[in-house]
């Protein structure tokens, strides 16, 4: 399985590449503005809880990464909606989005019954 750091960084890129093929008009100004920050932020905020200072920053850090990483679908599923040329680009980046979320929520609720039975 890739690496999530890398995983993370390509689901950027892709985003961005992905962004530039769209046509310019004023919903996708918008909706492209706001996926580009959430695209990015979900692997900046990964490399983040990579360097969490205890497991409470961790998981603090990777509820950012879930964040950011449902808002890049939503802004994904409302491009779709309106830029239905693309659709099939789309929904396999949508697709990657959500597959990356799941990995995400996996690893909080994983993390989390670490923190649990440590303190027991």
């Known amino acids: 399985m890739q690496d999530l750091k890398?995983?993370?960084f390509?689901?950027?890129?892709?985003?961005?590449?992905?962004i530039r093929e769209l046509p310019y008009n004023t919903v996708n100004k918008a909706y492209t503005g706001?996926?580009?920050r959430s695209s990015s932020s979900v692997g900046a905020n990964y490399?983040?809880?990579r360097r969490a200072k205890s497991g409470a920053d961790f998981i603090y850090k990777l509820k950012i990464v879930e964040?950011?990483?449902?808002?890049s679908v939503y802004f994904l599923e409302l491009l779709m909606v309106f830029n239905p040329d693309?659709?099939?680009?789309?929904?396999?980046?949508?697709?990657?989005?959500?597959?990356?979320l799941?990995?995400?929520?996996?690893?909080?609720?994983?993390?989390r019954s670490g923190i649990?039975?440590?303190?027991e």
């Open 10 to 18: 390509a689901f950027a890129v892709a985003t961005g590449k992905l």
């Open 34 to 36: 706001q996926l580009i």
């Open 67 to 71: 964040e950011e990483a449902d808002e």
């Open 47 to 49: 490399r983040a809880a």
């Open 116 to 119: 649990i039975k440590t303190r």
């Open 86 to 100: 693309f659709k099939e680009k789309i929904s396999l980046l949508a697709a990657d989005g959500v597959s990356i």
């Open 102 to 111: 799941k990995i995400i929520v996996a690893s909080i609720i994983t993390a």
């Open 6 to 8: 890398e995983r993370t």
